[in-house]
């Protein structure tokens, strides 16, 4: 198929290009590289034996957005781009419905003028905002976002199901991610934010190499077994392998669908420092500090309906997520 990444150079993004590189579809690579680099192009083009088209813009531009979709003759389009950190999107909150909201009102505006019917969407967890039980599944309530960047998560799926309902022909899935870490295994390609780390993940691996002193640890007096937050961390590469298989169903089932992407089970903050150190062999200083404001005590997600849909589950557990954050993190420059 000849798909569209919307935000494709990206860290999920560009491990998803990677698979669908490697199973023989055409992929252009749509981003404005506000937090990418061109780079991962040639980096694609070592790991598959295949170069992806990149696309340099922005999806506020519908005009670009039109081009990209005609002249590509694009089939479908998953949809990456956007703005993610939570904390920024508190002091910028402008930018966060700007950048998530209107871009998506002129991507789905640009698919409408071309023709385009199918779209993945890149959702969150967030969406359930404090769970009342676990695991979460798609049948439950969506919640209240904390914060503006969880609100465009929610009000995108609400617009998107807006849409759907609107036009009969249109396909859209929200895939749900949990807390993707990891990296791909060559070591080429993966997550290295810019500044200090919001995310746990690039944190820790970050003291581990010694670019970073010690880590925080938000909290011991959870209501969980060690007190210290429990997420539900799902390998990137296995995500990337939930979108090629939601594919197939994208293109072939009209309406709108949510589908959580997980792997089932939680792990604490300081089981992730210890499966960190097994990994990489080193020792990761870390103090406990208090909680982080808006942070949730435990989510973890049911991925049932993925594999009934799908045919996906998660194959990589944290050994194998550390492992390879690791493996990218120690090829960086110190
Ligand atoms: P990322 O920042 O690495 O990738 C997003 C990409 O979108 C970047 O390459 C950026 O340059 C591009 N982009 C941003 N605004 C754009 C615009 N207006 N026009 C064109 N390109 C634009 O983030 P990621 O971790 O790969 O996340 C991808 C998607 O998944 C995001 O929508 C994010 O909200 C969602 N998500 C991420 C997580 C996570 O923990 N990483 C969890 C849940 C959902
Ligand atoms: N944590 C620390 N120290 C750190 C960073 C995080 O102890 O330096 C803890 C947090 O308190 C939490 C866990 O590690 O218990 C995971 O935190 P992350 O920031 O890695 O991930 P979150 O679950 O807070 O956030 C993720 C995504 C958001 C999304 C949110 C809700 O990054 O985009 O899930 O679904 F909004």
Excluded at 191 to 214: C, M, Q, S, T
Excluded at 252 to 277: D, K, M, Q, T
Aim: hydrophobic share 40%; proline share 6%.
């Amino acid at each position: 198929m000849r798909i569209l990444l919307t935000g494709g150079t990206g860290f999920i993004g560009s491990h998803t290009a990677a698979l669908l590189l490697e199973a023989e579809h055409d992929v252009v690579l749509y981003d404005n590289l506000s937090n990418s680099r061109a780079e991962v192009v040639d980096r694609l083009e070592r790991i598959t034996g295949r170069r992806p088209v990149l696309v340099v813009g922005d999806i506020r531009d519908e005009e670009a957005m039109r081009c990209a979709l005609n002249e590509h003759r694009i089939e479908a389009v998953i949809h990456f781009a956007g703005l993610k950190a939570v904390g920024e999107s508190v002091e910028k909150p402008l930018e966060y419905y700007d950048n998530n909201i209107v871009g998506t009102l002129r991507l789905l505006e640009a698919m409408r003028a071309e023709g385009v019917k199918s779209l993945i969407f890149s959702s969150s967890s967030t969406v359930y905002g404090t769970p009342k039980s676990l695991p979460l599944t798609e049948e439950m309530p969506t919640g209240e976002a904390t914060n503006p960047y969880g609100r465009t998560k929610l009000h995108i799926e609400q617009i998107l199901a807006d849409c759907a309902k609107a036009d009969p022909e249109l396909r859209v899935v929200c895939l749900r991610y949990f807390n993707p870490i990891g990296a791909h295994p060559s070591g080429l390609i993966g997550e290295d934010p810019n500044g200090i780390p919001n995310n746990l993940l690039p944190y820790v691996a970050r003291v581990a190499h010694g670019r970073l002193p010690k880590v925080r640890v938000f909290g011991n007096d959870y209501p969980t077994p060690d007190g210290t937050g429990v997420r539900d961390y799902i390998h990137v590469m296995d995500l990337a392998e939930g979108h090629v298989k939601a594919l197939p169903y994208v293109t072939s089932h009209p309406g709108w669908i949510a589908i959580n992407l997980g792997c089932g089970r939680g792990y604490s903050v300081l089981e992730v420092i210890r499966a960190f150190e097994k990994a990489s062999g080193q020792t990761i200083p870390f103090e406990i500090v208090p909680r982080r404001e808006g942070d949730i005590a435990a989510n973890w997600g049911d991925p049932s309906r993925a594999e009934k849909l799908l045919g996906w589950r998660a194959r990589y557990d944290i050994d194998d997520m550390c492992r390879d954050a690791w493996r990218f993190e120690s090829m960086l420059e110190g």
